[in-house]
Structure formats: C-alpha cells, structure tokens
Antibody
Framework: EVQLVESGGGLVQPGGSLRLSCVVS????????MSWVRQAPGKGLEWVAK????????DYVDSVKGRFTISRDNAKNSLFLQMNSLRAEDAALYYC?????????WGQGTLVTVSS | EIVLTQSPGTLALSPGERATLSCRAS???????LAWYQQKPGQAPRLLIF???SRATGIPDRFSGSGSGTDFTLTISRLEPEDFAVYYC?????????FGQGTKVEIK
C-alpha cells in the first residue's frame, strides 16, 4: 500500500520558518520525482515545488522562489520543504505528492497557519 | 504562466446523467500534458486522467478525457452518487505547472 505521511505543519508568525517532512512507503522513493502541492482553506490547488531523483533538478512556483527549498533523503524515504520568510498567503494545507509532472499519489496533508 | 479556466463553476446534475467539464488554457499545452483530478470534502485529490485522455490506475471507464492545444474536456458518461465532487484540471507542459480553479459537480 502506498503511503505518504506529512508532518511539520503548525502555527507560525509572519516572517518565521517551518520545515515540512514527508515519509513515503509502498513504492521506490529513490526512483521517483516528488513534489509539494498546497491548498489554501476553501481554495484551489497550487503546485509549489518539485525535485528529481538525485536532487540535481529543482523547480519552484515564482511566489516561493528564494524562500522555500525542497530536498530529499533517499536513504530515509523522506521529502522535505524548508519554508522561510513565511507570509500570510503561504497558509495552506501542504500535500506531499509522488511525481514531477502529474501526481498519481497524494498524502493527506499538513496544515500551515501563518498568523501573529 | 499558463492560466487554466474551468467551466462551468458549478454543474447541477442528477445521478445517471452525463457530465461535461471544460478546461481552457491561455496558451497551447505542449504534448497534451494535461491531467484531471477529483477531490471530495476532507480528502486529498485523486488523479483521474493524465496525458489528456489516459485513465489512471483503477479509474472507472465512465470517466474519459479529450482535447488538445487549448481546449480539454472531462466527461463522466453516467454519474454515480460517489462522483459528486470538485474536479480540477492541471497542465504540466511548461513550468510552472498550474491548476484550474475547479468545477463542482453537485446533485440536482
């Protein structure tokens, strides 16, 4: 059974930082692109970042470039998103997803709230 | 950035009816690199269609996708009770990948 389990969300003040994690099982993590997709409460979906198998290729939506960093640890089947200089508009449910183009598997998400 | 516009915003239909959802791109989507997802309340999205017309694993054949260039369609041939949900299109032709705003299919 494929599982993607996110953690690390929470309440943070504007300008603060959070590091999201995702532990994967049920497929060969090291052979797959991975991405993060977010969804603000009651809103639609937004692709945030993607990473290839060996971290040599990373891409981000413009709104997070220079503030967010995607990374992975293939030995631990884990995906990360370091989020710095958080803004109110970054508040969302962050999904860890398999794939770098379309997304066949999704986690249940971890909620990030940005508020003073 | 390619902007995807979905229509209608809401589609009110009865079980057994046919649903036709539209996704229009602001510029041509290369390689028909378009996907469709279904999302139910409190759940993560589920991939239905990729490559504009290929069904994902386990997706019933009442779901079909078509289109190319700037105009894409998701068709649900006969709505089942579990099909009432929000549907999103997403392109992956050129970065950044973007999603449409969604179409809600609700029970009439």
């Amino acid at each position: 059974e494929v599982q993607l389990v996110e953690s690390g969300g929470g309440l943070v003040q504007p300008g603060g930082s959070l590091r999201l994690s995702c532990v994967v099982s049920g497929f060969t993590f090291s052979a797959n692109y991975m991405s993060w997709v977010r969804q603000a409460p009651g809103k639609g979906l937004e692709w945030v970042a993607k990473i290839n198998q060996d971290e040599s290729e990373k891409d981000y939506v413009d709104s997070v470039k220079g503030r967010f960093t995607i990374s992975r640890d293939n030995a631990k089947n884990s995906l990360f998103l370091q989020m710095n200089s958080l803004r109110a508009e970054d508040a969302a449910l962050y999904y860890c997803v398999r794939g770098g183009s379309f997304f066949p598997q999704w986690g249940q998400g971890t909620l990030v709230t940005v508020s003073s | 950035e390619i902007v995807l516009t979905q229509s209608p915003g809401t589609l009110a239909l009865s079980p057994g009816e046919r649903a036709t959802l539209s996704c229009r791109a602001s510029q041509s989507v290369s390689g028909s690199n378009l996907a469709w997802y279904q999302q139910k309340p409190g759940q993560a999205p589920r991939l239905l269609i990729f490559g504009a017309s290929s069904r994902a694993t386990g997706i019933p054949d009442r779901f079909s996708g078509s289109g190319s260039g700037t105009d894409f369609t998701l068709t649900i041939s006969r709505l089942e009770p579990e099909d009432f949900a929000v549907y999103y299109c997403q392109h992956y032709g050129s970065s950044p990948w973007t999603f449409g705003q969604g179409t809600k299919v609700e029970i009439k």
